[in-house]
């Protein structure tokens, strides 16, 4: 379906619902294998923004319930996030 105006999913990828439904249909994709085709979660805030729009536009596809959906997504935060300056103070020393 092409809407008009395309509705973001995933900020940090530029990921719309369109393209996130065009796999899930096609595919008949899980959570996980969305994030894999479409790289939606694997931008800089790894998945905390859109992680539960994904898991809901997948849910509402399969009429399944969030708890049975299969490979749900996995934030994965960094340790200890760092500016560029320090990453650049590590190399000088």
């Known amino acids: 379906m092409k809407y008009e105006n395309p509705t973001i999913i995933c900020r940090c990828e ?15 994709s899980s959570v996980r294998e969305v994030k894999m085709r479409t790289r939606a979660g ?3 805030c790894g998945g905390r923004i859109c992680k539960c729009l994904v898991e809901q536009i997948v849910t509402e596809y ?4 969030l708890d049975s959906v299969e490979q749900k997504v996995q934030v994965r935060p960094p ?10 103070d590590l190399y000088e020393k």
Do not use: C, D, K
Request: proline share 6%.
């Open 62 to 65: 399969h009429a399944h319930s």
């Open 42 to 44: 694997m931008g800089p």
């Open 79 to 88: 340790v200890r996030p760092i500016s560029f300056g320090e990453l650049g």
């Open 14 to 28: 530029n990921i719309t619902l369109e393209e996130i439904e065009q796999v899930v249909s096609t595919f008949r």
